[in-house]
C-alpha cells in the first residue's frame, strides 16, 4: 500500500515541489491549504500536478487546534510536512501575532495530534536559517547558536524547539530542516530573488524603468528548492529524528544577484553614490536601480553561510544548482511570463 504524506502550506513554493515529488514516489498526498476569497492552486497548476489522482486537497487552517487533530485522525498518515507559515519576514514585524500563531501554534497543534493520534508518525518541521540571525559566526551548522532578529524567526525558533522537545520526551520521529534560502520560478514574487528577476524581465521588455530595493549589501547563501525538497523527504527517511542543516555554503550578496541578472539580460549597469542614494544607471543613464528606504527592515540579517556537511554525509544530501544557473532559470521563466502577460 502506498504511504499518506500529509503536506500543509501545498499552496506554497516548497508545497508544490514537496508534492511533485512525493507524487512521483507513489505516494498519497493530502495537501493541506486555508480557506482564501480566490483559490491560489497556480503552483501545484504549473507542476502539472493539480489534477493528480493520488492528490487529495483540504481546507484546513493550521491554527485551528480542533480542526488540525481531525484531520490528523481521519487521514491517519505516514508523514507530516509542516510548511505552513506566515513565512514572510517583513510582514512579521507588522503581524508578529498573526506570524506567531500560524508558525509556533500551528506546529504545536500538529505536534499534540501526532502525541495523541498516533506518536508513530514521522513529522518534519521547517525550520530556517533565520534563527541564527547574526550570530557572529562565520557559517552555521546544526551546532550553531540562535541569535533570531525578526518576530518571524523568533516564532520559528519556537516551533524548531518545540519539535526537538517533543521528539525527546514522547519519543516521536520529530525533526526539523534548518533550510537556508531556496528559490526559483514558483517564488513568491515579494522575496528578492523573484522580485529582481521578475522587474530585470520587465525592465528588459519596457514593461517598468527601475527596480526599488532596500538594502543591498546583506548577504544570502541561495540554493533551488526543488533540490531542497528532496533533502526534507531524505530526513524523514533516516533512522533517527536529527536536526540538518541544507545549504549550498556560498553566500552572496542581493547587489551580487542583481547585477548577475542585469548582466543575464544584456543590461550592462554602473553603480554611482552610496547609502540611501546608491543607484545604478544603464549605458543610456537611465536609472535602473534605486534605493527605498520603504524596504528596510526594523533589523536585519547581515550574511547566511549554511555548513550542510552532516546531510551530505548522512543523508547524501547534495545540491547542484549553483546561483548562474538559479538566476538563469528565474530570469527566463519571468521572461516567458512577462511576454505572454
Ligand atoms: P511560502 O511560499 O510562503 O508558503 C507558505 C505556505 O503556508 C502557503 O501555502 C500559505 O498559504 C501557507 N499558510 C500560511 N498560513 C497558513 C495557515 N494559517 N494555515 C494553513 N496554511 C497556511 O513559503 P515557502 O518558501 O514554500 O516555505 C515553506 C516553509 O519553509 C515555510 O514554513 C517557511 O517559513 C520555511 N522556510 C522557507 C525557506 C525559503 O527560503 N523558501 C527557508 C527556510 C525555511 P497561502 O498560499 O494561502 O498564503
Ligand atoms: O528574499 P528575502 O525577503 O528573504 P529572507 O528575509 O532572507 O527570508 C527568506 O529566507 C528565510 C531563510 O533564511 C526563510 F526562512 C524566509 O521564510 C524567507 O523565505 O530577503 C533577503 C534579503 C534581506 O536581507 C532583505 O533586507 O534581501 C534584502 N532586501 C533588499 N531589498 C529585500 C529587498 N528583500 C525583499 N523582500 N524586498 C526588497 O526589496
Known sequence: MSKKAII????????????????????????????????NFWRLRAL??????????????????????????????DEI????????????????????????????????AIRICNPKI????????????????PTQNEQSPFCPCSP???SKLYAHWLTINYAQSYQLFACSGILFNHESPLRGIEFVTRKITDSVAKISLGKIECLELGNLYAKRDWGFAKEYVEGMWQMLQYDTPETFVLATGKSYSIKEFVEYCFTLAKIPIAWENSGAREIARDERGIVRVRINPKYYRPSDVDCLIGDASKARKLLGWNP??????????????????????
Open 8 to 39: 500543509t502550506g501545498i499552496t506554497g513554493q516548497d508545497g508544490a515541489y514537496l508534492a511533485a515529488l512525493l507524487l512521483a514516489k507513489g505516494y498519497a498526498v493530502y495537501g493541506i491549504y486555508r480557506r482564501v476569497s480566490t483559490p
Open 48 to 77: 502539472g500536478i493539480e489534477e493528480h489522482a493520488a492528490l487529495t486537497l483540504i481546507e484546513t487552517d493550521i491554527t485551528d487546534s480542533s480542526a488540525v487533530f481531525a484531520l490528523i485522525e481521519s487521514i491517519e498518515p
Open 81 to 112: 510536512y509542516n510548511l505552513a507559515a506566515q513565512s514572510f519576514v517583513p510582514s512579521s514585524f507588522t503581524q508578529p501575532l498573526a506570524t506567531m500563531h500560524t508558525n509556533a501554534l500551528g506546529a504545536l497543534h500538529l505536534l499534540e
Open 122 to 137: 514521522r513529522f518534519y518541521q521547517a525550520s530556517t536559517s533565520e534563527m541564527f540571525g547574526n550570530t557572529g559566526s
Open 152 to 154: 518571524y524567526a523568533t
Open 320 to 341: 547542484s544548482c549553483d546561483l548562474q544557473q538559479l538566476c538563469k532559470l528565474m530570469l527566463e521563466s519571468d521572461m516567458q511570463h512577462n511576454l505572454r502577460s
